[in-house]
T-cell receptor, first 112, second 111 residues
Framework: QKEVEQNSGPLSVPEGAIASLNCTYS??????FFWYRQYSGKSPELIMS????GDKEDGRFTAQLNKASQYVSLLIRDSQPSDSATYLC????????????FGTGTRLQVTL | GAGVSQSPSNKVTEKGKDVELRCDPI?????LYWYRQSLGQGLEFLIY????????KSGLPSDRFSAERTGGSVSTLTIQRTQQEDSAVYLC?????????FGPGTRLLVL
């Protein structure tokens, strides 16, 4: 079992719809979770961090964390073509200091 | 303010040569990380610095890889006797707390 798992996609959503990106992790003790966006040929850009169970909203983005189910998700409301990118889930696993362990990413395509 | 900067942005080298990659973190960030992203692969942790010390070097793939950080700021990643499998994008990130901010990366191609 991979430590951080994401569906590779592509996930295709029409413009204006809600995109839902999911991530599961294996380490029950993990406390810190991050979503990064990576455009093709560019470096990852931090979108959200989340540490507590529940929802955290920032503009059109909502991160959701459920530690009991070892599941973290990212919702993108009113999806725009400019949101088309690969979304990386990253977790700080127990005992790994601040090292990020990344999923392989989900490619999102927002269609006109 | 200025973000993380890395140089060179691209490096082409011949197999067997040594290369040095440089990272300049965000001013005031005490932690610095090196990751590697190979074509079609995920991001792979290499090494982590807190100040000038490296408490976690567990991701360095072989003893051909080394890194140092001086003055709590700039870091260099050195790859000796490069191999074709070293071809990748080398990414540096810095942080003050948990959130890590990435530089633009150095694309290394070993011929």
């Amino acid at each position: 079992q991979k430590e951080v798992e994401q569906n590779s996609g592509p996930l295709s959503v029409p413009e204006g719809a809600i995109a839902s990106l999911n991530c599961t992790y294996s380490d029950r003790g993990s406390q810190s979770f991050f979503w990064y966006r990576q455009y093709s040929g560019k470096s990852p850009e931090l979108i959200m961090s989340i540490y507590s169970n529940g929802d955290k909203e920032d503009g059109r983005f909502t991160a959701q964390l459920n530690k009991a189910s070892q599941y973290v998700s990212l919702l993108i409301r009113d999806s725009q073509p400019s949101d088309s990118a690969t979304y990386l889930c990253a977790v700080i696993l127990t005992g790994t200091a601040s090292k990020l362990t990344f999923g392989t990413g989900t490619r999102l395509q927002v269609t006109l | 303010g200025a973000g993380v900067s890395q140089s060179p942005s691209n490096k082409v080298t011949e197999k067997g040569k040594d290369v040095e990659l440089r990272c300049d973190p965000i001013s005031g960030h005490t932690a610095l990380y090196w990751y590697r992203q190979s074509l079609g692969q995920g991001l792979e942790f290499l090494i982590y610095f807190q100040g000038n010390s490296a408490p976690d070097k567990s991701g360095l793939p072989s003893d051909r890889f080394s890194a140092e950080r001086t003055g709590g700021s700039v870091s260099t990643l050195t790859i000796q006797r490069t191999q074709q499998e070293d071809s990748a994008v080398y990414l540096c990130a810095s942080s003050l707390a948990d959130s890590q901010y990435f530089g633009p990366g150095t694309r290394l191609l070993v011929l």
